[in-house]
């Protein structure tokens, strides 16, 4: 097995490489912070050829308030890997071997090959703890429509991702047909099933062809160690990757839109549409994995959380200020309104979450929800109601940036696409969202809060897209209030 010799030291550690190189990767979550690094367990895969060690290291970062686990794929190398210079995470000496150079594995093609052969079941993977505890398993799980056994050809990293590192993989089947995939690694790791995992894989597995087709995933089973969000000692679940169809030459909503919206194009079909397919994935979900009652204190307790991110996000930007009380009038007919059942959504549902394609239309994907919530919040049963918000809001946001750079207005561009996309749901539902439009406006509120905040932390001259929006969302709200 490649990199192994009992004995051999290394000059600087692998830690102390990482250390150095993390807190520039866009995934890092403690951005500006110096990470500070706990290595927690460590994964090798085989290299066939023996030549280059492949390993996915486990490591916590107790550089924020607290600590977070991070996946991070190494490969190790004689020599430099032509074309990787900025996948490098830098070289070490090591006592036996030499100079060895380090770079992200996630951009190294042997470890792309060894992931899907994991992922397949075809290959072991050899395990190790800080303490030399073996009690870890990995394990592939193929779906079992796989068609065939894929040959890597060739692989590289999609660019444009913050939290995960997604893998475009060249590869064909036996025959030499292309069988293109996509292999997506969870960076940050938590203890439970990711929804992108069990969400797209039920919605498959039910028929629903407005997904990509599942592959399979990789799980991990491991005893939380001290410094892990989970109960010390339990034996945890965690999705390290997930691999499905990549579908070559399509495009996003977003770029979609935006070049509408550039060009002047009425966008109402292409939006009717997007809202049948919203329509149609919420009621798979609802069907295959079930609904549950609004009882008075899950409905009370979204509120409060939307009214603890409003105090929060006034905290931050002080303009949002005077619309205290019209915020207050926008959530007070929330928690007044009838409320439909909770069910499984998308949960981070936008423009750049679907993709179009000119055979099978619409595709939604990235079912993990908002990645900065905790895991076991996102698997939760939610409102159909906020991943329909997302999406308008999302709609806005296109207009919004066209006007930032040209003069004039998209306000009817943003209304007409708006409205297309409330009738496409509505049809194909049997429910019309304007029907709740009370919970409708305090979503879309609730979204546009965070957007000020995030537009004030990194892009100050994008505020005044989602500060518009809530001028409008809380127009008239002050003077009629209503009781329960």
């Known amino acids: 097995m490649a990199e192994i010799h009992t004995g051999a030291t290394i000059t600087p550690s692998k830690v102390e490489l990482l250390t150095s190189w993390m807190g520039h990767q866009r995934w890092y979550a403690a951005k500006g912070a110096t990470p500070q690094l706990r290595r927690l367990r460590s994964f090798r895969f085989e290299d066939p050829a023996g030549e280059v060690g492949v390993?996915?290291?486990?490591?916590?970062?107790?550089?924020?308030?607290?600590?977070?686990?991070?996946?991070?794929?190494?490969?190790?190398?004689?020599?430099?890997?032509?074309?990787?210079?900025?996948?490098?995470?830098?070289?070490?000496?090591?006592?036996?071997?030499?100079?060895?150079?380090?770079?992200?594995?996630?951009h190294d093609p042997v470890f792309a090959d060894r992931l899907v052969a994991v992922l397949r079941g075809h290959d072991q993977v050899h395990s190790s703890t800080v303490d030399g505890a073996l009690d870890d398993t990995v394990t592939g799980h193929a779906h079992p429509t796989w068609p065939a056994e894929p040959l890597v050809r060739s692989a590289r990293v999609l660019s444009g991702e913050q939290s995960n590192t997604s893998i475009i993989i060249d590869a064909s089947d036996g025959d030499g047909h292309a069988m293109p995939l996509m292999v997506k690694v969870f960076r940050t790791l938590q203890p439970g099933h990711n929804p992108d995992v069990d969400l797209q894989s039920a919605l498959y597995e039910a028929g629903c062809h407005r997904v990509p087709s599942t592959m399979g995933h990789l799980r991990a089973h491991w005893p939380t160690a001290a410094g892990e969000p989970a109960t010390e000692g339990e034996h945890a679940a965690y999705d390290l990757a997930f691999a499905q169809e990549f579908l070559p030459g399509v495009e996003d909503a977003w770029r979609v839109a935006s070049r509408a919206v550039e060009e002047g194009h009425d966008f109402s079909e292409a939006a009717r549409a997007l809202g049948a397919a919203t329509a149609e994935v919420h009621g798979t979900l609802a069907q295959t994995l079930g609904t549950t009652p609004v009882t008075h204190e899950t409905g009370t307790a979204i509120v409060e959380e939307m009214r603890a991110r409003f105090s929060a996000a006034v905290g931050e930007v002080e303009q949002l200020a005077r619309f205290a009380d019209l915020v207050d009038g926008v959530l007070e007919r929330a928690a007044a309104a009838p409320w439909p059942p909770m069910q499984r959504i998308h949960g981070d549902y936008h423009l750049g979450q679907v993709l179009h394609s000119a055979a099978r239309g619409w595709i939604l994907l990235d079912f993990e929800g908002e990645p900065m919530r905790p895991l076991a919040e996102r698997a939760l049963p939610d409102q159909w109601i906020r991943d329909v918000a997302g999406m308008l809001r999302s709609l806005d946001y296109c207009g919004g940036a066209w006007e930032l750079d040209n003069p004039g207005s998209a306000r009817p561009w943003v209304t007409a696409a708006q409205?297309?996309?409330?009738?496409?749901?509505?049809?194909?539902?049997?429910?019309?969202?304007?029907?709740?439009?009370?919970?409708?406006?305090?979503?879309?509120?609730d979204k546009a809060m965070y957007e000020v905040v995030y537009e004030a932390r990194n892009r100050p001259d994008w505020v005044s897209i989602p500060l518009a929006a809530i001028d409008r969302l809380t127009a008239g709200h002050d003077a009629q209030k209503e009781s329960p």
């Not at 977070?68 to 032509?82: F, T």
């Not at 074309?83 to 594995?105: C, K, M, N, Q």
């Not at 409205?419 to 509120?445: C, I, K, M, N, R």
Request: overall charge negative; charged content about 15%.
């Open 419 to 445: 409205t297309a996309f409330l009738q496409g749901y509505a049809v194909a539902s049997g429910v019309d969202p304007l029907t709740h439009e009370a919970l409708l406006t305090a979503f879309e509120l």
């Open 55 to 106: 390993e996915v290291m486990v490591l916590a970062d107790d550089a924020g308030p607290s600590p977070v686990v991070y996946q991070v794929p190494v490969s190790y190398r004689g020599a430099p890997l032509a074309g990787a210079e900025t996948a490098l995470i830098g070289t070490f000496e090591h006592s036996v071997l030499g100079t060895r150079w380090v770079y992200d594995g996630c």
